[in-house]
């Protein structure tokens, strides 16, 4: 799997959005991009996914450069129970242990007041 | 999305005991993962377990310090051997699955080694 690069920490102000951005230069083809985060003392949930086209959900959005050697996670409008460690993960789409998470060390989000 | 609950939800052991650790799914699936998670650090994958076959480990990790059972669809244990203050982590089980093939995680248990 592609290795991944995020900031160790960022602040978000409550109400604004929260744009976490991830480098992952090495990407392949057919390799997609996750994120998923951990609420502190919680096991990781997982957010959104995409391999080329921006996505969206209820939770946030994913825009992926058209090189695919990067991508944002956008919270559009952060509260204090956004506050987490953000995880970009880079993997195959298949069954198998062959698309195993290897999760990186994250990007610490502070949301304040 | 799958429901998993994991038991104990921490437990404080002596160091040379063993800590069997469970994890139910509320739906079958074929395969489910332990992940261990030192204090302040990511994730790491312990091992792959699929129903009706041997885990399959990480580099690092071996089947006499960390057994799993796997005895059907919705139930997996995961045995902390021998332990020492090192062992002292959040173990958490996963499994996949949803409309994206994404994973699931429970909600861990928290091991303290003296």
């Known amino acids: 799997d592609a290795k991944t690069t995020q900031p160790p920490s960022m602040d978000c102000a409550e109400g604004r959005a929260a744009n976490l951005p991830c480098n992952h230069s090495?990407?392949?083809?057919?390799?997609?991009v996750y994120w998923y985060r951990q609420i502190h003392s919680q096991g990781p949930q997982y957010i959104i996914h995409g391999l080329k086209n921006n996505e969206t959900n209820e939770m946030a959005s994913l825009i992926i450069t058209e090189d695919r050697k990067s991508s944002t996670l956008i919270l559009p409008h952060a509260t204090l129970r956004d506050t987490a460690v953000y995880y970009c993960?880079?993997?195959?789409?298949?069954?198998?242990?062959?698309?195993?998470?290897?999760f990186g060390t994250g990007t610490r989000l502070q949301v304040t007041l | 999305s799958a429901v998993i609950s994991q038991k104990p939800s921490r437990d404080i052991c002596q160091r040379g005991t063993s800590l069997t650790i469970q994890c139910q799914v509320d739906?079958?699936?074929?395969?489910m993962f332990w992940y261990r998670q030192q204090p302040g650090q990511s994730l790491t994958l312990i091992a792959t377990a699929n129903q009706g076959s041997e885990a399959t480990y990480e580099s690092g990790f071996v089947i006499d310090k960390f057994p799993i059972s796997r005895p059907n669809l919705t139930f997996s244990t995961l045995t902390v051997s021998n332990m020492s203050p090192e062992d002292s982590s959040i173990y958490l089980c996963?499994?996949?699955?949803?409309?994206?093939?994404?994973?699931?995680f429970g909600p861990g248990t928290r091991l303290t080694v003296l």
């Open positions: 739906s079958q699936v074929t395969m």
């Open positions: 996963s499994v996949r699955g949803g409309t994206y093939n994404e994973q699931f």
């Open positions: 090495t990407i392949s083809g057919n390799e997609y």
């Open positions: 993960i880079v993997r195959v789409q298949v069954t198998g242990t062959a698309s195993k998470l290897t």
